[in-house]
């Protein structure tokens, strides 16, 4: 069995920490979980008999071999090198962590010294298959658009308090996904995901917008390079507990569980 263990114990990583529990991917133990609010570590900790820890550093000392984060970019950056240090692999959700160039370099140093591994999870997003290949053939560009609720945008430091409206349509961000993510660090961390797999955070355009009536969170990847084109669009539903996640977002972690457990996979 591999050890797991959690870091951040919200919504998503319930859902995971429950398939886990269940048996829909196996293989895995949970060990411990960590959160800055001891109740959330102790509510995930009783899902799955784990230890609730109520340290980073006494999550490190159980061993896992993988840490599942949930916290967000800010978080991730303080503490993301003690994991990988101590040769631990590090399961990320918040990619938005990536536009961070110091943050990005340093973390792929310490894993090469280590030989730890940093998968960033798809979250609510897919086709990186399509955009590393498309990478690799040259003269990529890339965009994202965005359409939320505004019940899933409401609380993003970029309103700075301002409530959305629930009737109108509002083109909200326009810019680079590096500018994107310290707006909206909850919203568009797979806006990063995609500019980190395509032509960059400072050479991809995000564009956001609040749209009252959404029942589905939406994604419009667009690509143009040597390759050819393509258009990549993904719904998905917002999970139940927190509109500002999708569910998917918390199955992306299991499929990467999964997948390291099997022999012949897609890539």
């Keep these: 069995m591999h050890k797991v263990g959690f870091w951040g114990c919200g919504n998503l990583a319930k859902i995971i920490a429950e398939k886990l529990s269940d048996g829909t991917v196996t293989g895995y133990q949970i060990v411990g979980a960590y959160d800055i609010d001891p109740d959330a570590a102790g509510k995930l900790s009783q899902i799955c008999g784990s230890k609730a820890c109520g340290s980073m550093d006494e999550l490190i000392e159980l061993m896992p071999e993988y840490i599942i984060e949930e916290v967000s970019p800010v978080v991730l950056k303080k503490e993301a090198f003690r994991i990988i240090r101590r040769g631990i692999n590090l399961i990320v959700l918040s990619c938005g962590a990536m536009a961070d160039d110091s943050f990005a370099s340093r973390l792929a140093e310490y894993a090469e010294k280590s030989k730890a591994k940093v998968y960033l999870a798809s979250g609510a997003i897919g086709g990186f298959d399509i955009m590393g290949a498309a990478r690799l053939m040259g003269n990529l560009k890339a965009s994202v658009i965005n359409e939320k609720s505004p019940e899933a945008l409401n609380g993003a430091p970029?309103?700075?308090?301002?409530?959305?409206?629930?009737?109108?349509?509002?083109?909200?961000?326009?810019?680079?996904?590096?500018?994107?993510?310290?707006?909206?660090?909850?919203?568009?961390?797979?806006?990063?995901?995609?500019?980190?797999?395509?032509?960059?955070?400072?050479?991809?355009?995000?564009?956001?917008?609040?749209?009252?009536?959404?029942?589905?969170?939406?994604?419009?990847?667009?690509?143009?390079?040597?390759?050819?084109?393509?258009?990549?669009?993904?719904?998905?539903?917002?999970?139940?507990?927190?509109?500002?996640?999708?569910?998917?977002?918390?199955?992306?972690?299991?499929?990467i569980l999964w997948k390291l457990r099997r022999s012949i996979v897609f890539y």
């Design 158 to 255: 970029y309103l700075k308090g301002r409530l959305l409206d629930k009737e109108k349509e509002e083109l909200l961000f326009y810019g680079t996904a590096r500018e994107a993510i310290d707006f909206f660090p909850q919203n568009l961390n797979v806006a990063v995901a995609a500019a980190t797999a395509t032509s960059g955070v400072d050479n991809t355009s995000v564009c956001l917008k609040s749209v009252p009536g959404m029942a589905l969170n939406t994604h419009i990847i667009e690509l143009e390079g040597n390759f050819g084109n393509a258009s990549l669009k993904i719904s998905s539903y917002p999970s139940a507990n927190n509109a500002k996640s999708s569910e998917i977002a918390a199955w992306s972690v299991l499929y």
